[in-house]
C-alpha cells in the first residue's frame, strides 16, 4: 500500500480534448448549472424543513434525495471546474480515492433512496388507511439509515479491492473525474476481481430494486385504477409520474454505463453520460417534485407569505 501511493502521486484526467477557450465558456456553463444545483436542492430541502406540513415520510424521503445530489455534484464538479479554469488535468491519488468513495455511495444511495420512495408511495396509495402505521418515523429511520450504511459498505468494498492493486507506466485516466471502471483500466494487475465485484453490485443496486419498483408500480396502477373519483385518480397518478420520471433518468443512464458490455468506442459515450448525469440529474430532482408537486407550490407560496408579513 504505501509502495503503491508513494509511486503513484497523481492521475492525468484525460476527460475531454478541448482549446483553452472552450474550455473557460464550459467553465462558465458548468458554474452556473452547479450553482443552479445548489439553489433549488437547498431550497427543496428549506421548504422541507420550515413547513410543517412537509413533514410527511414522502418528503422526508425526499430531504434526503436533496442531501444525495447535491453531495454527489460537489464530488465532482468542484475539481472539473478547478480543472476548465487553470487548464490543468491532474488530480493527486489520494483526492481520486477519495472522489471514487464519494460518487459510489453516493451513487448507491440515490438508488435505494428511490426505492424506499417507491414503497412509501405503495403503500400510500395501496394501503391508505394503515399508512402512518406502517411508515411510523421509526420505519422512516430505520429505511434512511439502511440506505446510507448500505452505500457506504458498498464503497469501501470498491475502494479497498482498488487500493490493492499496483500501478506502472503513465497513468491517463480517459475520464473527467476519477469514476472507478476508468482508474481500473490503469492498474497493472489483475481486476477481474474488482470488475466481478463491481457488476455484482450494478446487479444488486440496479437490477433488484428495478425489479421491486416494477412490482410496487403494477400494485399501483391498479390500486388507482380502483379509484372511483377522478380527482383523487389525477392526484394519484400526478405524484407516481413525477417519480417515475426520476427513476426512469437515473436507472436508464446507470445501467447503460455498468451493466452494457465495455467496448473501446463506447469510452467517450460513457463520459457524456456522467457529465450528463453529474449535472443534470441533481436539478431534474427537485424540478420535477416541485413544479408537479402543489404542496412543494403551496409551501413555497406560504413561506413567502410568511417573509413578507414579517
Known amino acids: 500500500m504505501e509502495g503503491n501511493q508513494s509511486w503513484i502521486a497523481e492521475f492525468i484526467l484525460i476527460g475531454f480534448q478541448l482549446s483553452e477557450d472552450m474550455e473557460l465558456v464550459l467553465f462558465g456553463i458548468f458554474s452556473l448549472l452547479y450553482t443552479f444545483n445548489l439553489l433549488?436542492?437547498?431550497?427543496?430541502l428549506g421548504l422541507i424543513c420550515l413547513d410543517p406540513r412537509l413533514h410527511t415520510p414522502m418528503y422526508y424521503f425526499l430531504s434526503h434525495l436533496?442531501?444525495?445530489?447535491?453531495?454527489?455534484?460537489?464530488?465532482?464538479?468542484?475539481?472539473?471546474l478547478a480543472n476548465l479554469v487553470k487548464h490543468k488535468k491532474d488530480i493527486s491519488f489520494v483526492l481520486c480515492t477519495l472522489q471514487m468513495i464519494f460518487n459510489l455511495i453516493f451513487s448507491s444511495m440515490e438508488c435505494l433512496i428511490l426505492v424506499v420512495m417507491s414503497y412509501d408511495r405503495f403503500v400510500a396509495i395501496c394501503?391508505?388507511?394503515?399508512?402512518?402505521?406502517?411508515?411510523?418515523?421509526?420505519?422512516?429511520?430505520?429505511?434512511a439509515i439502511a440506505c446510507w450504511s448500505c452505500g457506504l459498505c458498498l464503497a469501501i468494498v470498491q475502494v479497498s479491492l482498488f487500493l490493492?492493486?499496483?500501478?506502472?507506466?503513465?497513468?491517463?485516466?480517459?475520464?473527467?473525474f476519477c469514476?472507478?471502471?476508468?482508474?481500473l483500466k490503469v492498474t497493472c494487475g489483475d481486476i477481474w476481481i474488482n470488475e466481478m465485484f463491481l457488476f455484482a453490485e450494478g446487479v444488486f443496486i440496479l437490477v433488484g430494486p428495478l425489479a421491486l419498483m416494477l412490482v410496487s408500480y403494477v400494485h399501483i396502477l391498479w390500486a388507482i385504477l380502483k379509484i372511483q373519483s377522478k380527482e383523487?385518480?389525477?392526484?394519484?397518478?400526478?405524484?407516481?409520474?413525477?417519480?417515475?420520471?426520476?427513476?426512469?433518468?437515473?436507472f436508464g443512464i446507470a445501467m447503460m454505463v455498468y451493466l452494457a458490455p465495455d467496448s473501446n468506442h463506447r469510452e467517450e459515450q460513457?463520459?457524456?453520460?456522467?457529465?450528463?448525469?453529474?449535472l443534470f440529474n441533481p436539478l431534474l430532482n427537485p424540478l420535477v417534485?416541485?413544479?408537479?408537486?402543489?404542496?412543494?407550490?403551496?409551501?413555497?407560496?406560504?413561506?413567502?407569505?410568511?417573509?413578507?408579513?414579517?
Open 289 to 310: 417534485y416541485s413544479v408537479r408537486n402543489a404542496q412543494v407550490k403551496a409551501a413555497f407560496h406560504r413561506v413567502l407569505q410568511k417573509k413578507r408579513t414579517v
Open 179 to 183: 469514476e472507478i471502471q476508468s482508474v
Open 232 to 250: 383523487g385518480r389525477k392526484k394519484a397518478c400526478s405524484i407516481c409520474s413525477s417519480h417515475l420520471c426520476v427513476v426512469g433518468f437515473y
Open 164 to 176: 490493492r492493486l499496483p500501478f506502472c507506466g503513465p497513468q491517463k485516466v480517459n475520464h473527467f
Open 66 to 80: 436533496a442531501i444525495i445530489d447535491i453531495s454527489y455534484a460537489s464530488s465532482n464538479l468542484p475539481n472539473l
Open 270 to 278: 460513457k463520459k457524456i453520460l456522467f457529465l450528463f448525469y453529474s
Open 127 to 143: 394501503h391508505p388507511l394503515q399508512y402512518m402505521v406502517i411508515m411510523n418515523w421509526r420505519v422512516c429511520t430505520f429505511l
Open 40 to 44: 433549488t436542492n437547498g431550497m427543496i
